[in-house]
Structures are given as structure tokens and as C-alpha cells.
């Protein structure tokens, strides 16, 4: 298992030099000018072009990723073009909150989508199994931002009960949760129904319901932690898109997150920024795959590390 | 007995009404109350708190509470003094000096109550000195330094030949001189702008490439916290130099807290419910924002359940350029007016806008200096638009693309356009780029032949609209993005920069304009207005012709 750690850890530094490169390819595609948004709808000629020279922006891509390259190893990722903020600094700023956000609805949509999988497979076809799956299809399909608004005029503005938008205490932090949980909480309802229903079909099941093994221990103990691989996989799957993906759900309510940070830069070309965040991006996806292979071993004896 | 009895019941209704509204200037002359946190929204995080590399106008909105400068404008446009006592300008126009306020200190404390780098002290000619150097530095690579490139020595210094501007000294303590190379009339405008403030170099070294988030000024309000996306917070200056008329210390306020709302939603909930207690009102919400609108003093007011709802013309126009040097509108005088011809102004106003605009005749708004009520600009006759469609070689009509900025307003705006064009025979696509993009290749790049642009007074003077936007010499990126070149325009806007006299430059304006307007390489569409809404409890708010940004909130005052 050491060995198989270490190879992924190792397989992480070609995937983290090809996303850069690919970012600094589209840096070049995409047209608008840092130095030019830098100086506003007017600006002088000299003035432009010496923001370019200092920025690096008059050399070739490849030069300037190399030189990227260069620094990243001394974790200098730069300054953003667009405040004269450290890179890493800005980030780190940032990662807190989006990870309280992340937790947060990670706490609602996990319980909250398992309970309705369990129970639509339990008892399927039945009025709950309808109705959990019509919740799930909502979730799904409910634009974020639609949803973000409703829950500000129905909990905030209609009924007064919590705050509608800004960063703060717990108060603050269960609308924006609700909001950005909801479309993961659907995805693991339906993949938890599905995956308990290939599971109790199974042989196993059944042997353990003859030898008078009680409904709820068997489905709670025989299926469910069978059913969990899949279940599992979705959920590290999400876990990158909710830290650093929010960004509609950090709009709505204010929240001053990482998605926030990487649409800003995105606009604004601040390349060092958008470098920086997806190089964030791509380590917390490449740690979260990790941790999820690694934790299949924990529902199924079966799975080796070589 | 009857006829005194009547004159004797006129006195005393007489009496009753003089002492009535005597009692009612009071009650308006309410004296104002210390103490509460302004809050209100920033639609964006600004991205420079540093008034040295501000180019936008959320940046601007912070920096004008934190920084000062020499001369301020006032809420109708007009030059005042600020940390200038006054100033005076030579005889031939080329040397300007100021007599600078005395007691006028740099913020003491910062961020928590710890002490600044400068301590507090005094500001001086010095100060200024070092402060003009400092932005004129290539090293600093301020965007705006090249608006006082007609300081004497400015070029001089940015070549590296000279180690300070030779044209601006101090002259004692409270005396500060500038000389231009020439006489540059809208000088006094320009340094009304946001980046012309008073630095404390002490500070600025002390932070270096971090001073962006440590800023520190004259103005009266003190930076405090900054949480990017968040919230922005500033508290009062305690050693503000301004006073009120019965000699009270300002501001009133105990700090501002500023919420960065990017969503225009967001923030009109948040203003209902109380949490902000100013508001930009979006269009969806102008009907029940403006309930009960009348004029009062210029601006339209409205105060209703919601609070006070103010609008007023502001200084900007909003516009589509057509590129002098690509087809189809390129030596085409006839379609270039086909277009202008084509656009029912007023009704797109009324359609779109909810008639928050002024239709334009010309380029420079209403109350701006030279403004012409006699111009001749464009009505709105498809007739007249086929008509010089066929002359311009289309008379089957014709078909372009015209490239907007992302935006649901620039959107609306296109669409009502794209219907009333189709009248004229002019088949309208639309292309929508983001700001970078539109920057780069209607600016830079010069290749779109037909896009929207807007511009807002950066100083108080026509020059910022008919030299910067039209004259050759700013062709591109400097802002004459048409590429509009007409010699006599050219020559009328320049004489009109280092003209004197005010009768003379406004003659030289209006005769520029009209011709501009004729040779029509922008489709001239409205005149923006600026608004805010603010909570009842909101006392001694003006809102500048400039637009809500430009605000200094020195005499708010909340009476909770």
C-alpha cells in the first residue's frame, strides 16, 4: 500500500505540469490583454507596454511557463495582476472558507441522499421510492441559482429565521449548504438506490435474511457497506467540484470563496491567479481520487494495493 | 369692523405660515447626529484600494474616503478647493500655484488602532512634491500618470534623464507650484482626479508591493479591514480637518462598512431588508423604488415606503462607434448618418431604460461646460435613413455585426436597437464579448467596425470627451477607439486645450461638436443618469452629477 501511495504521489507531478501547460496554451488563445485591462477603458501606450515587459507578457509562452515552472518550485506562485496580492496568499485566504462551505454541504447531501437511496431501494416502487426519486430529479435539475434565491426569500425574507447572504457564524453558513448540497445529495440518492438494489438481489442477502438476520442489520451492515463503492466514488468525485466549483452557490450569498476567486481572475486575465487556483484545483482532485481508491480497501477486504 | 377683522385674521394666517415654515427649515436644518456605520454595497472587489493604480470606479468609491486631493468637485461638477486653500494661474497659463491648507493630517492610526508609518503629521508642499513624483515614476507604473504629461520635466524624468519633475516645487511649507509646457486649461480639472492625492511616503516605502492593502490618507475615513469579497470596513478619522457650518468636527460617521454584492438581486434584497442602507436600483425594481417621483432642485426624488429614491443626469454618454478605417463605414459619411437617422431614440429610453437616460444629440452631456442646447443632432426618421442608405451605396439595405460587452443591459439595449434598425433596412447581428476581449480588439487591435462603448467624465472639463475620444491623436487605445480623424476637429479641440478663455474654449467645443455630430463616427444613443436609494433614516446625502461612485461621505449622518 506505501509503494501504491508513493507511485500516485509520484503521478501527480506529470498531471500538475500538464494542466499548466494547457492553461498557459489557452492564455494565449483566449484574446484580452492584462496590461490593457489594467489600465482601464483609456490608457497610454508606454505605460501599457511597460506593464507587459514587467508582467513577462512580451515573451513567448513557452518561456514564461518555464519560467512559471521555476518559481512554482520555490512555492512562489506570484503576485495577481489585478490587486498585487500574493498568489499563494490570496488562495490560502480563501481556502478555509470554501471548505467550511464544502463540509458543510457535504453534511447535508451525504446523510441527507443516502436516507433517500436506502429508502427508495428498500421500498421500491412504493410512494416513497416515487417520491425520494422526484427529489432527486429535482435536485438535479433545479438551476442553483434559482434555488439559492428561493431559499433567501422563503428563510430570510418571508420568514425571517436566518440571514440571507454574507460570511459569518453557523447562521450564515445553512442556506448556502442547503444550496450547494442539494445537487450532490441527488446524485447520491440515485446512485445509492441503484447500487443497494444490484445488492440485495444478491446471494449473500438473501442467505443472511434465512438465517434471521434482522431487516435493518441487513440492510445497514450486509448491503449498504457493499453498495458503498460506487456511492464512495461520487462523493470523492464531488468533493474538488464543491470546494473550488461553488461559485454560482459564493455569488448568491456572498461568500468569499475559491470560485469566487477563479471566476475574477478568469475575467480579468489574471493568468497568475487562474494558474494558481487550478493548480489548487488539481491537487485537491488528485488527493481526493487518491483517498477514495484508497478507501475501497475499507468496504471490500478484496481490494489490494500493488 | 368687518374688513379690519378680515386683515386681522390674514395677519395672523400670515404669522401662523412665516413661523409654520420657519419651524419646517428647522426641522430640515435638523442638526446632525455623531455616530453609526454607513453600510452600503461595492458591486464588485475592488481591485485597487492604491489611488495610484485605480482605473475603475468601485476602486475610486473607497479611495475617495480614504484620500484627498488638491482641488474637489463638488456635487454639481463644479472645481472647489480641498486640500488646496486656492490657487492661481499666471498670466500665461503655464504656471499654476496653490496655497495649501494648513492642519490637514495624514490618518494617525490604521487598521486596529496601530499608529501609521508617518505618525500623523502635518501635510505640506513636500508631501505633494514627493507625491507627484512618485506617481509620474516609471517604476511606479501608475495608468492615469500620463494625464499631467504637460508638466514641465514630465517626459524628462520618465526617460531617466532627470532625477525629479523640474515643474513642480515647493515654495515654502504651504506653497506648492506646478508649470506646464504649455497652457493647459482643463490643468486645475485634471487634478480633481483620484489618482492626484496626497501619499505618505513614509507609508507607501514602508509597505512597498503590500501597500495596496495598508492604504493611508488625509481623507475622513481610515482603512481598517479588507476581506476580499466580503467586506471592506473603514473607521472615522478622528483628526479630519473639515468642519461644519457650526463648527463640528467631521465626519459624523463612526466608520463605513462597505459589502461586496455583485449581484444586483442580492443587493435590493439586502437593502429591503435593511442590512445596506443605499442601494443602486436595478430596472426590474424602479417602478416600486420611484413611486411619487418629482424634480426637486434638479434631481429627481421619490421618498416612499422604501426610502428616498434619487436620480440625476450624469456626466456620460453612452455610445457605438463606427471604425474610420474598416468598411463598410470607412469614407462613408451617408451611413455612418443612415444610422443615427435610424434610432428612435426617446422610445428606446422608454422601452429599455425605464427613462433613465437623456437622448444624445451630441457627445458631451447636459451641464457639462459647452453643452449646446442648438446643436443639431439626429431624430428619428427611417425615411430619411433609407434615404441615405441609398446614397451610402446600400439601397437594398445592409447587413453588420455589432459587438457588445457582456452584460443584460448592453443586451436589451442591442436587441430594441436591432428592431428599430430593421425599419431602416439595416440588419443588425449581435456578438458578445467580455470586457478584456472588447478591450483588445475594439481598442488595441482596432478590427471590430461596430461596437458599443460608454464614457464618464474622469474630470470636469469637454476636453475629456472631444480631445480624449476623438481627437487623431488618441487614436486606439488612448481612447479614439472610431480612429476619427478630421483635421479641423482636431485642430478646434487642440486650440480649445490651450485656449484661456472660457467664451473662446466654448466656442471652439461647440463648433467641434457640431461638426463631430455631421461627420457621426459614433451612433450618439443617450445620456446617462446616475441614482441611488437610500434608507429614510439618511440624512445629508448629495448625489454628485459625477455618479453615486464619487461620493465622499464627509456629511452623512443617520438619524436612527
Request: charged share 20%; with cysteine.
Amino acid at each position: 500500500m506505501g509503494r501504491y501511495i508513493v507511485r500516485r504521489l509520484l503521478a501527480v507531478i506529470p498531471v500538475l505540469a500538464g494542466v499548466i501547460l494547457v492553461v498557459f496554451i489557452l492564455s494565449t488563445i483566449v484574446p484580452g490583454d492584462p496590461a490593457r485591462i489594467l489600465s482601464g477603458q483609456r490608457g497610454d501606450p508606454e505605460t501599457i507596454e511597460r506593464i507587459r515587459r514587467e508582467m513577462g507578457l512580451n515573451l513567448p509562452w513557452y518561456v514564461q511557463m518555464v519560467r512559471f515552472y521555476r518559481d512554482a518550485l520555490t512555492f512562489d506562485l506570484g503576485r495577481s495582476y489585478r490587486n498585487n496580492m500574493k498568489v499563494t496568499e490570496a488562495i490560502c485566504q480563501r481556502i478555509p472558507v470554501s471548505a467550511k462551505l464544502a463540509g458543510a454541504a457535504l453534511l447535508v447531501a451525504v446523510p441527507f441522499g443516502m436516507i433517500l437511496g436506502i429508502i427508495s431501494a428498500v421500498r421500491q416502487y412504493s410512494i416513497w421510492d416515487y417520491a425520494s426519486m422526484i427529489l432527486a430529479l429535482l435536485g438535479v435539475s433545479v438551476p442553483v441559482f434559482f434555488f439559492g434565491l428561493l431559499t433567501i426569500v422563503v428563510f430570510c425574507v418571508k420568514l425571517g429565521w436566518l440571514p440571507g447572504t454574507g460570511y459569518g457564524g453557523l447562521r450564515y453558513l445553512i442556506l448556502p449548504a442547503i444550496t450547494l448540497g442539494l445537487r450532490p445529495a441527488a446524485l447520491i440518492a440515485r446512485i445509492t438506490r441503484s447500487s443497494m438494489l444490484e445488492v440485495i438481489r444478491q446471494d449473500y442477502i438473501r442467505t443472511a435474511r434465512s438465517k434471521g438476520v434482522h431487516e435493518r442489520s441487513v440492510v445497514l451492515r450486509h448491503a449498504l457497506r457493499n453498495a458503498m463503492i460506487p456511492v464512495v466514488t461520487v462523493i470523492g468525485v464531488d468533493v474538488p467540484s464543491l470546494l473550488s466549483g461553488a461559485m454560482l452557490t459564493e455569488t448568491i450569498f456572498c461568500w468569499p470563496g475559491i470560485g469566487r476567486l477563479a471566476v475574477e481572475a478568469v475575467i480579468n486575465r489574471d493568468f497568475p491567479i487562474q494558474r494558481g487556483v487550478v493548480l489548487f484545483m488539481a491537487l485537491v482532485f488528485l488527493g481526493a481520487t487518491l483517498i477514495v481508491d484508497l478507501s475501497y480497501g475499507l468496504f471490500d477486504p478484496r481490494v489490494r494495493y500493488e | 369692523m368687518f374688513r379690519r377683522g378680515r386683515v386681522v385674521v390674514m395677519v395672523l394666517l400670515v404669522a401662523v405660515m412665516v413661523l409654520g415654515s420657519t419651524l419646517l427649515a428647522c426641522g430640515e436644518e435638523q442638526k446632525p447626529k455623531y455616530g453609526g456605520i454607513w453600510k452600503d454595497a461595492l458591486g464588485a472587489d475592488p481591485p485597487d484600494l492604491d489611488p495610484v493604480m485605480a482605473t475603475d470606479t468601485t476602486s475610486a468609491e473607497v479611495g475617495y474616503q480614504i484620500f484627498e486631493t488638491l482641488v474637489g468637485i463638488d456635487p454639481d461638477g463644479g472645481l472647489v478647493p480641498l486640500l488646496a486653500e486656492s490657487w492661481k494661474g499666471s498670466a500665461d497659463g503655464k504656471t499654476f500655484t496653490f496655497k495649501l491648507r494648513k492642519g490637514v493630517h495624514f490618518h494617525k492610526t490604521t487598521e486596529g488602532g496601530k499608529p501609521t508609518a508617518n505618525g500623523g503629521r502635518e501635510v505640506t508642499a513636500d508631501d505633494w512634491v514627493w507625491t507627484f513624483n512618485y506617481i509620474c515614476d516609471p517604476k511606479t507604473n501608475s495608468p492615469r500618470a500620463y494625464f499631467i504629461d504637460m508638466v514641465k520635466g514630465y517626459q524628462e524624468y520618465r526617460d531617466g534623464k532627470a532625477k525629479s519633475i523640474s515643474g513642480i516645487k515647493a515654495l515654502d511649507k504651504y506653497t506648492l507650484q506646478i508649470e506646464t509646457t504649455y497652457p493647459f486649461a482643463p490643468f486645475i480639472a485634471v487634478l480633481s482626479y483620484n489618482t492626484f492625492v496626497a501619499l505618505p511616503r513614509e507609508d507607501v516605502l514602508k509597505w512597498g508591493k503590500d501597500w495596496n492593502f495598508h492604504v493611508v490618507g488625509t481623507g475622513p475615513f481610515k482603512f481598517e479591514s479588507w476581506k476580499h469579497d466580503d467586506k471592506l470596513v473603514l473607521s472615522r478619522n478622528e483628526n479630519y480637518w473639515m468642519k461644519d457650518k457650526w463648527g463640528n468636527r467631521l465626519p459624523y460617521l463612526d466608520g463605513i462598512e462597505f459589502r461586496i454584492i455583485t449581484d444586483a438581486t442580492i443587493e435590493w434584497t439586502e437593502y429591503k431588508l435593511g442590512n445596506i442602507y443605499a442601494a443602486h436600483v436595478d430596472d426590474p425594481y424602479y417602478p416600486e423604488a420611484s413611486k411619487g417621483l418629482k424634480t426637486v432642485a434638479g434631481v429627481k426624488t421619490a421618498v416612499n415606503e422604501l426610502g428616498t429614491y434619487l436620480e440625476r443626469p450624469q456626466w456620460g454618454t453612452y455610445y457605438y462607434g463606427m471604425n474610420q478605417t474598416l468598411p463598410p463605414f470607412k469614407d462613408n459619411k451617408y451611413l455612418r448618418q443612415a444610422f443615427n437617422y435610424a434610432v428612435n431614440r426617446q422610445g428606446l429610453i422608454d422601452l429599455v431604460l425605464n427613462g433613465r437616460a437623456m437622448p444624445a444629440k451630441g457627445v458631451l452631456p447636459p451641464g457639462m461646460f459647452a453643452y449646446s442646447e442648438n446643436l443639431k443632432g439626429y431624430s428619428f426618421d427611417p425615411k430619411m435613413a433609407k434615404e441615405l442608405l441609398r446614397k451610402a451605396g446600400y439601397p437594398k439595405g445592409i447587413q453588420v455585426t455589432l459587438q457588445y460587452n457582456t452584460s443584460q443591459g448592453h443586451k436589451r439595449i442591442a436587441e430594441a436597437l436591432q428592431s428599430q434598425f430593421a425599419l431602416a433596412g439595416i440588419k443588425l447581428d449581435l456578438k458578445n464579448v467580455d470586457w478584456g476581449a472588447h478591450l483588445d480588439t475594439c481598442g488595441t487591435q482596432g478590427t471590430v467596425p461596430f461596437f458599443r462603448m460608454g464614457w464618464v467624465v474622469d474630470y470636469p472639463d469637454p476636453d475629456n470627451f472631444l480631445y480624449v475620444l476623438l481627437n487623431s491623436e488618441n487614436a486606439g487605445d488612448q481612447g479614439n477607439y472610431t480612429r476619427y480623424h478630421n483635421p479641423l476637429f482636431d485642430d478646434l479641440t487642440k486650440q480649445a486645450r490651450l485656449a484661456t478663455d472660457q467664451e473662446v474654449r466654448r466656442n471652439l467645443y461647440q463648433k467641434a461638436e457640431q461638426l463631430v455630430v455631421e461627420d457621426a463616427p459614433w451612433l450618439f444613443i443617450y445620456h446617462y443618469t446616475s441614482h441611488n436609494m437610500l434608507k429614510p433614516f439618511v440624512r445629508g446625502y448629495k448625489l454628485p452629477s459625477f455618479g453615486q461612485y464619487c461620493n465622499r461621505f464627509t456629511e452623512i449622518w443617520l438619524d436612527l
